[in-house]
């Protein structure tokens, strides 16, 4: 605990009770079975109990584990256990009171120590977190392995990671192959336990002991590629990654009444950018450090996305004319005058009512060159506003959406499916944007496709411009269409399927 505290989050920027239970119940649906409840400390909420509860009545939910302080167990645990709770975490950095004092800030050291063995009484196993500093309590990690000799715990020791505010210091990691050798020097026979593929602990134990070891190699050896974990921030931020500096907002997208479909588009996008190694750096050796400074811990995708309109952008464009697509009736429709001008030439929107319902679809693309230096940040997902491609993804989607509000004469139909797509071409310092959208209606959605290219092009000038202004964007495009009357057409970068 910092010696000035820590800035408490407004109530109203805080998931409500309601809200934290329609996330949940939505993660659950799409194959989530764990849910862990963490700090802050979950057990000053109000409505602990309650929430337990209700995520206990979800029937695919196999594990309810609660992250604590230990501080409320031995007033709470008996009521938490009734409601569900059968996974428990302890985190307790010291055996020693007065140290406990100096790291926490308070009193308490005992009441966690009662926590604990009434969680032994209650039939848990529960697992105590130790984040080891060298100079602060790594002289304690043979009295930790000591304390699992008469009761049935799992001590694991976690490498200390940075984090905004820790006051990181890469000398302090004790990294996990020294606690090893230190462990084994006094216990030849410590020896590793299996694990479980998403495991984030390795586990030991000194045979004869009741309780086990676990160690959290964060920083020396990375365990992201079998990593299937997701947070859930208080605020309602979303992190695919611990160590992430990209967040979406779910909280604004339920305020702003999003639909469910674009809440699932929103999570799968962002857990599809989730990286094969943390901040997208790894360690191959024990000595290495991470730091990370000057980084933004949040943006909120969907205030820039949806609740900003994407910006009142006004598109304008011509249709380029296939030779393959003049048939009698494009020919006699385009002598006739322009398709969005009355016979006065004022502008009018179609009408298409009379239309026939078909399949439409459409296919666009557009570019945006970066320059190196923008380029090698987007790679190292290093901008300060965030993770620029799933934003300029999720842009685009929301663009095509609301076309209909952008393109003055524009129809308002719905979108069956709309793909975007955000590729960085790191050797030509560039981001190719491309999209693929679909209904099924009385009018094609070609505009829709090209908005979504062009809006992502634009969002990802946005996210990048505090490095570089010197970006072009180009090349937007029809790339195909099919369905309607017109007839299909293909641009000379797509082979047609039918010739």
């Not at 993660?27 to 109990?49: A, M, S, Y």
């Not at 380029?320 to 002598?335: A, D, F, G």
């Not at 960085?424 to 209606?441: F, P, R, Y």
């Not at 990802?460 to 099919?482: E, F, N, W």
Request: proline share 3%; with cysteine.
């Amino acid at each position: 605990m910092p010696a000035d505290g820590v800035q408490l989050t407004p109530k109203n920027n805080l998931l409500t009770t309601k809200e934290i239970l329609q996330l949940a119940e939505l993660f659950v649906r799409q194959g989530v079975n764990k849910v862990r409840l963490t700090g802050g400390e979950p057990t000053v909420h109000r409505d602990i109990v309650h929430i337990v509860e209700s995520l206990h009545k979800l029937k695919k939910l196999d594990t309810i584990a609660i992250t604590t302080n230990g501080l409320m167990l031995t007033r709470q645990l008996v009521e938490l256990q009734k409601a569900g709770v059968n996974l428990l975490n302890i985190s307790l950095d010291t055996l020693k009171p007065e140290r406990f004092e100096q790291i926490t800030r308070r009193k308490g050291w005992q009441r966690v120590i009662a926590g604990i063995d009434l969680a032994v009484q209650l039939g848990y196993t529960p697992k105590v977190n130790v984040v080891v500093m060298r100079g602060l309590n790594d002289d304690e990690i043979l009295d930790f392995v000591q304390f699992t000799a008469d009761r049935p715990i799992d001590v694991r020791f976690i490498e200390y990671m940075p984090f905004t505010g820790n006051k990181w210091d890469g000398n302090k990691m004790v990294p996990f192959r020294e606690m090893l050798e230190r462990i084994q020097t006094v216990y030849p026979g410590f020896h590793a336990l299996a694990n479980k593929p998403n495991d984030t602990s390795k586990a030991y134990k000194v045979p004869g002991h009741k309780g086990q070891i676990g160690f959290i190699t964060s920083m020396s050896n990375h365990f992201c590629g079998t990593c299937n974990r997701i947070r859930l921030m208080a605020d309602g931020s979303l992190k695919v990654c611990l160590f992430g500096n990209t967040e979406i907002s779910l909280r604004d997208a339920l305020r702003n009444n999003c639909s469910e479909d674009d809440l699932l588009n929103m999570i799968g996008a962002a857990v599809r950018r989730k990286k094969r190694q943390h901040a997208g750096r790894y360690f191959t050796d024990e000595t290495s450090t991470l730091i990370l400074s000057g980084q933004e811990n949040s943006v909120n995708l969907y205030n820039k996305a949806y609740v900003q309109n994407l910006h009142p952008y006004t598109l304008y464009g011509g249709f380029l004319l296939n030779k393959t697509l003049e048939n009698k009736k494009l020919i006699r429709q385009m002598s006739t005058g322009l398709t969005h001008v009355d016979n006065e030439g004022k502008a009018s929107m179609v009408n298409v009512g009379k239309k026939a319902i078909s399949e439409r679809t459409a296919e666009a693309t557009a570019t945006i060159q970066v320059g190196k230096e923008v380029a090698k940040l987007i790679a190292d997902n290093n901008i300060k506003k965030g993770d620029v491609l799933t934003v300029a993804q999720l842009a685009g989607v929301l663009a095509a959406k609301r076309t209909w509000e952008l393109v003055p004469l524009c129809h308002n139909i719905t979108l069956a499916h709309v793909d975007v797509r955000a590729r960085l071409d790191q050797s030509a310092s560039a981001v190719v944007l491309t999209s693929s959208v679909t209904c099924v209606n009385q009018t094609g959605v070609e505009i829709e496709a090209l908005t979504a290219v062009t809006v992502a092009a634009l969002t990802v000038y946005d996210m990048c411009k505090a490095v570089s202004r010197d970006m072009v964007i180009s090349d937007i495009r029809l790339l195909s269409k099919t369905g309607g009357t017109r007839g299909d057409y293909y641009s000379k970068l797509v082979q047609n399927p039918n010739s």
